[in-house]
């Protein structure tokens, strides 16, 4: 698990490889349960949502928030890409979530599908 979310910060910026499903789901569902305990711990402290600037240290965190969700962002976004490889789809399947509703549902489905011999691997 932990060589799963290390590959995933290791390979932030690679689209031409492969990666599994484990490799997928577990810094997919790490990176969801981290951002809503840390977003709950700087809404308890502030004592309002993370969006609402009302001084510079409010700006100072929304624009570490804007930053590195930039940042994670592009690692998973070139994770899912892997993904797909690694189901021998191109990468450019990832444009499917533009479909309203069945689009997020069938990008979810390539994401759970098993390893197939690709030409990435």
Same mark, same amino acid.
């Given at each position: +698990? !932990? $060589?799963?979310y290390n590959r995933f910060w $290791?390979? !932030?910026?690679?689209?031409? $490889?492969?990666? %599994?499903?484990?490799?997928? #789901?577990?810094?997919? *569902?790490?990176?969801?349960?981290?951002?809503?305990?840390?977003?709950? &711990?700087?809404?308890?402290?502030? %004592?309002?949502?993370?969006? $609402?600037?009302?001084?510079?240290?409010?700006?100072?965190?929304?624009?570490?928030?804007?930053?590195?969700?930039?940042?994670? #962002?592009?690692?998973?976004?070139?994770?899912? *890409?892997?993904?797909?490889?690694?189901?021998?789809?191109? %990468? =450019? #399947? *990832?444009?499917?979530? &533009?479909?309203?509703?069945? %689009?997020?549902? =069938?990008?979810? &489905?390539? +994401?759970?599908?098993p390893t197939k011999a690709n030409?990435?691997?």
């Open positions: +698990m !932990i $060589e799963s $290791e390979k !932030i910026f690679v689209v031409n $490889e492969s990666s %599994g499903r484990q490799d997928y #789901w577990v810094p997919t *569902i790490v990176n969801y349960l981290l951002a809503v305990i840390i977003v709950a &711990i700087i809404q308890a402290i502030t %004592g309002h949502p993370i969006n $609402e600037i009302y001084n510079y240290g409010d700006f100072f965190t929304v624009s570490a928030k804007n930053i590195i969700m930039a940042i994670a #962002w592009i690692a998973n976004l070139t994770l899912a *890409i892997r993904r797909l490889h690694d189901t021998d789809r191109s %990468g =450019w #399947w *990832i444009l499917i979530q &533009i479909i309203p509703i069945i %689009g997020t549902i =069938w990008f979810v &489905i390539l +994401m759970l599908l030409r990435w691997a």
